[in-house]
């Protein structure tokens, strides 16, 4: 087995009895300073940055979704036994379409965020569920909780209850960063792109 040197199958346990190589789709690019390991899929024109970890050897399967973007020092891991339903499948981590994972981000499954989600730098997703269209600025921390479709979660707050996940604000076309995400995803397709043209995947082959 021809194996690249930072995307590798998950080791055999008495929980993931199987390995699995992660499944990285046409055009997705994975910097050779990150990380993917086992059950792991990366859909088409994701950018996976430098040292960023999807590590799919306890809770699994991870799953990226097209166009989205896993920023530098990214972390995303999950409890063995933890589980969200989409599309009447089980993920241990499920991130959606078109949605940005910033700098120092960390996503604990059991997990799940929606499509068009900004995640800002150094926030935190354990054991909850984000819905469409929402920004969490940096550094905020969502616990244990669902946050509806459209809203916001300001810089440093910690939303650990339902009911303070109830209580969140709209975006609004007033909101300062109701357009951030799209220009993100923008530049990151483009880097995608433009490093897979650069450093072709045999580039990186033992």
Same mark, same amino acid.
């Given at each position: ?33 990150? #990380?993917?390991?086992? $059950?792991?899929? !990366?859909?088409?024109? *994701?950018? +996976?940055? &430098?040292? @960023?970890?999807?590590? %799919? ?65 150094? #926030?935190?997703?354990? $054991?909850?569920? !984000?819905?469409?269209? *929402?920004? +969490?600025? &940096?550094? @905020?921390?969502?616990? %244990? ?62």
């Amino acid at each position: 087995m021809i194996m690249i040197n930072n995307i590798m199958p998950n080791p055999v346990t008495t929980f993931n009895p199987k390995m699995i190589i992660p499944s990285i789709m046409p055009g997705a690019y994975v910097h050779k300073q990150a #990380s993917v390991i086992g $059950n792991v899929v !990366i859909m088409n024109r *994701v950018n +996976v940055a &430098p040292h @960023a970890s999807i590590r %799919g050897d306890e809770g699994t399967p991870i799953f990226i979704g097209k166009d989205s973007n896993i920023q530098d020092g990214v972390v995303i891991h999950g409890l063995k036994d933890g589980r969200v339903n989409q599309n009447g499948f089980n993920y241990s981590v499920y991130v959606g379409e078109n949605t940005s994972v910033a700098h120092q981000t960390q996503i604990h499954g059991p997990a799940k965020i929606g499509n068009n989600v900004f995640l800002g730098m150094q #926030s935190l997703v354990f $054991n909850a569920e !984000i819905g469409d269209n *929402v920004v +969490v600025e &940096p550094a @905020a921390k969502v616990i %244990g909780v669902k946050v509806a479709a459209n809203k916001y979660i300001p810089a440093g707050e910690v939303i650990k209850t339902q009911e303070q996940a109830d209580k969140l604000p709209d975006i609004t076309a007033d909101y300062m960063y109701k357009e951030m995400n799209p220009e993100v995803v923008h530049v990151n397709k483009e880097l995608a792109a433009g490093y897979g043209m650069a450093y072709p995947a045999n580039y990186y082959l033992r």
